[in-house]
């Protein structure tokens, strides 16, 4: 898939606009645009990535680079009180974005299992 084609990949180009949480040389989080709790920010390397499977065995430094920024999301959200990272990965997954991302969720109580 090239850059054009991918929304992230748009988004971390600027050709679509988003409300930044943070942006460094390898990561940028946005709030998401259908937001799932109070708080809900999507995490993504900012290299094109499928999923979680082609991160992991791709690139050791992007996926530290990400779990750093999920950190730092953190500690900058207040998400003392807990929060959800979730991974959506293929069809029953429930992925609909093929650029690897990590959902944050926070701001309330989240039940378990998931649906
Ligand atoms: P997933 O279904 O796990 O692939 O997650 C994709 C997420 O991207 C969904 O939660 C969407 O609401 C979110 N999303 C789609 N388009 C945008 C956008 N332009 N800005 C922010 N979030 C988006
Ligand atoms: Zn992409």
């Given at each position: 898939m090239s850059d054009s084609d991918c929304l992230f990949c748009r988004i971390v180009a600027g050709d679509i606009p988003s409300t930044q949480v943070l942006n460094n040389d390898h990561v940028l989080a946005f709030r998401d645009i259908?937001?799932?709790?109070p708080v809900h920010i999507v995490v993504i390397p900012k290299a094109h990535f499928a999923n979680i499977v082609e991160l992991g065995a791709g690139d050791a430094t992007q996926a530290g680079e990400l779990m750093a920024a999920i950190s730092t999301i953190a500690t900058q959200e207040d998400l003392a009180d807990g929060f959800r990272v979730v991974f959506n990965t293929g069809s029953d997954g429930g992925q609909t974005v093929e650029h690897v991302h990590a959902h944050v969720l926070a701001g309330r109580s989240l039940t378990w299992p998931p649906g």
């Open positions: 259908a937001p799932q709790a």
